[in-house]
């Protein structure tokens, strides 16, 4: 069989907002994201009341192979879950030895990393700061300001995403906001 040969192209995203208009968005209501904050009572009242989007991002239809990049912008409103920051549910690549490059267009927010040897890692984006997640590393972005955060990613089209990992065992930290300022901790949930 013979691969369709992939003409170049051009796709628009939004310096501020992060949104194509060529594309629709992947949403994430916060019902999607059962069990993966700290506080069930906090989440639980948030998903009756009005079920926050908590991020979205754009997904590319293109051939998942080794030659090819996906990429898009990823786009995390601000808020909280009692007082934990909203982010992205965080994933391993399925090809463990993936990089992946963000970098920051707009918001303030930050990167959490960890990889299955027990290191985990931080990083803090601002407009025209890039972050690089290095293989093996999972990856979940945070919006630690009161703007959106917009990034704009790029990783190997056959890596493919690992949830399962992360929804059984959580991540080994998370990040809360203690009198107005960020704060690392450890996550009660985690499951070694
Ligand atoms: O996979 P999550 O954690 O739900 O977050 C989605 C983001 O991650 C990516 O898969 C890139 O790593 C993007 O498609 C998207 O921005
Ligand atoms: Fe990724």
Known sequence: ????????????????????????????????????????????????????????????DLPETPGNLLFGTSIVYPGKVGDEYFMTKGHFHTILDTGEVYYCLSGYGAM??????GDWDIQYFSPGKAVYVPPRYAHRSINLGNETLVTFFTFRAD????????????????????DGKPEIIDNPKWKE
């Open 1 to 60: 069989m013979t691969e369709k040969v992939l003409k170049p192209f051009t796709i628009d995203f939004d310096l501020i907002t992060g949104y194509s208009q060529a594309k629709n968005s992947t949403k994430r209501p916060l019902s999607k994201m059962k069990g993966m904050y700290a506080d069930d009572v906090a989440f639980d009242s948030a998903i009756q009341n009005d079920d926050p989007l908590v991020y979205e991002f754009y997904e590319l």
């Open 112 to 117: 959490l990393m960890e990889n299955p040897e």
């Open 159 to 178: 890596a493919g995403h690992d949830y399962g990992t992360i929804e059984t065992k959580g991540y080994r930290k998370l990040v809360v906001e203690r």
